[in-house]
């Protein structure tokens, strides 16, 4: 059997290679233009404008998926998942009822008629929707009942049977006396509404384990299977969702996920990722705050279109028969949900995908009690999302390994993504920046070659052009703002438009700084092993 699990204490010396490949390749992107910049400013502005040209490129492609990706959530919206998932009991009369929409434009109707016909077909292969159970899995460390509470009630506002639901709340024991109260309130005021609310304690200082939401979703994941094996509930019958104590799913999450499990045939080898959108309180958030989540929203939307390059994130769902057969989630990492996806697929040794399911689990933007504090907390979460950089080693070392389960060519061009992701993500930022002071940097010579004083307007303008993504983004984000509360005036809209200025800065100061720190952690051995929880505080 492979072994899927991130090494402990010294690495070899070809991991630690990759280890420091994302952040020498980051950092050579940056010194190779500083060089050039003084060496050949002409070639400077060439490096500089075949990166804007292909970022231009890529942010037309975003801005035509993004549009794609808005339209198709609001028709999937929109289909009655509740109702199908019911046909789906008794799909050969089903079948024969829907004939006639076999050649049907609603959304999803066709696939959904050749579904029932092949569940009709081979009946035991497809599990009927009154046999299975959701085990949602919340992780709690010392939130207050004000951000848990609304998440479960969200549970009992979806249109799916709640008695269906076995509830597990995972709280940390090390934080057991701050959570205390969130429990007790979380008890009288839930006990009885799902088939069971459980609460199990991640045991503090377990040894090699860091200290993250991975080790906490895993023991309550391991508790559960005792669980569901004392009621005789058999595992393959048993999706397991993970949330965060401030994640809420849609209302018709539970029906649309169930009908997706039910018509995947391989659906024990294959992860359920919803579009995980940054909103619950968004209006309250400061502008910073405001503009990267919104940006991340929008990036999830794209990625549900692009199931490709869909990885595992924050929320999603597995098979909990799956999830016994490789012990749960990692222990070793601070980012258990991208690591998942790598962990899973060298599992099923490559016969591992996503599902995208066109439905949200709304989440907190990053607000603490303090501005300064939020902005700090904002850099910690940017940080720790940017150190699923460490996964290029371990993909690697599997990849590369004459030990290797699975094909060479599919995993290469998986790896090569992440790795070209994780370099975007640092770098090219920085360079376009960097390029921007380009007609300050060049030599008094240098300015009369027209060839070069043409490169640097080349660039300007294709910036211009590429301010179209923007728009998009911008206007697209207003659609998916929740409603504004009572207590902001209706002129305080105007900022969900006016905060876009602050992209440039966001960016640099966020993304790239947080990228360059977690890869620099990588290339020196300082490895991240404390998952700083997010501050959620919730204004009134």
């Known amino acids: 059997m492979t072994d899927i699990e ?19 390749l980051s950092i050579a992107a940056v010194v190779v233009l500083i060089v050039l910049f003084f060496v050949s400013p002409l070639w400077a502005s060439i490096y500089v404008l075949i990166i804007v040209s292909i970022t231009f490129i ?15 959530y609001e028709q999937s919206r929109n289909v009655d998942w509740a109702g199908w998932l019911q046909e789906l009991e008794d799909p050969v009369r089903s079948a024969e009822t829907r004939a006639g929409d076999l050649h049907s434009r609603q959304y999803g109707l066709h696939q959904h008629v050749l579904n029932l016909q092949e569940i009709s077909r081979l009946p035991e292969q497809y599990p009927k929707p009154s046999e299975l159970y959701h085990a949602v899995v919340v992780c709690l460390v010392d939130e207050s009942y004000d951000t848990l509470g609304p998440t479960l009630q969200s549970l009992l506002d ?22 205390q109260e969130t429990r007790r309130r979380i008890t009288e005021s839930f006990t009885g509404k799902f088939f069971d609310l459980l609460f199990y304690g991640h045991p503090a200082d377990v ?6 939401k991975g080790p906490n979703l895993s023991h309550a994941g391991r508790q559960l299977a005792g669980y569901l094996q004392e009621k005789q509930i058999p595992a393959r019958n048993v999706i397991m969702t993970e949330l965060d104590s ?42 910073p705050m405001r503009v990267i989540a919104t940006s991340n929203s929008l990036w999830n939307m794209i990625l549900s279109q692009r199931t490709y390059a869909l990885r595992n994130a924050a929320s999603h769902a597995q098979g909990m028969e799956a999830l016994i057969g490789m012990n749960f989630l990692s222990t070793r990492t601070i980012v258990e949900d991208a690591h998942q996806f790598w962990r899973s697929y060298l599992y099923f040794n490559g016969r591992y995908r996503m599902v995208s399911l066109r439905i949200s689990i709304g989440q907190d933007v990053v607000l603490s009690k303090t501005y300064w504090r939020t902005l700090r907390s904002q850099f910690i979460q940017t940080r720790r999302w940017a150190y699923s950089a460490a996964d290029i080693a371990f ?13 060479f060519w599919p995993l290469f061009a998986r790896w090569m993504r992440l790795v070209n992701n994780t370099f975007t993500w640092a770098a090219i930022p920085v360079v376009i920046a960097l390029g921007g002071c ?48 009572d207590r902001y005036p209706k002129s305080y809209s105007l900022t969900m438009l006016l905060q876009w200025i602050l992209m440039p800065v966001t960016t640099l100061v966020y993304l790239c700084n947080g990228a360059y720190n977690a890869q620099i952690h990588l290339m020196l051995g300082r490895y991240l092993g404390h998952f700083e929880v997010t501050e959620k505080f919730v204004k009134k």
Request: proline share 8%; charged share 20%; net charge positive.
């Open 6 to 24: 991130i090494p402990l204490g010294k690495r070899s010396k070809l991991y630690r290679a990759f280890e420091i490949l994302p952040g020498a």
């Open 58 to 72: 890529r942010s037309l492609m975003l801005a035509y998926r993004t549009i794609q990706g808005r339209i198709v």
């Open 158 to 179: 979806n249109d799916y049977d709640p008695k269906r639901l076995i509830v597990t709340i995972a709280y940390e024991e090390r934080a057991a006396n701050a959570s």
């Open 207 to 212: 040894p090699n384990e860091v200290i993250g």
């Open 246 to 287: 401030d994640n809420r799913p849609e209302p018709k999450y539970f029906s649309y996920l169930s009908y997706a499990w039910i018509t995947t045939p391989d659906r024990q080898q294959v992860s359920f990722q919803p579009i995980c959108l940054f909103t619950n309180n968004i209006w309250d958030a400061p502008a």
């Open 395 to 407: 993909v690697a070392s599997h990849l590369f390994s004459r030990k290797r389960t699975v094909r």
């Open 438 to 485: 380009l007609p300050w940097v060049l030599s008094a010579t240098a300015l009369r070659s027209l060839d070069i004083l043409q490169v640097p307007q080349a660039i300007t303008l294709v910036s211009r052009v590429a301010i179209i993504g923007l728009i998009v983004t911008m206007l697209t984000s207003l659609t998916l703002l929740p409603p504004r509360p």
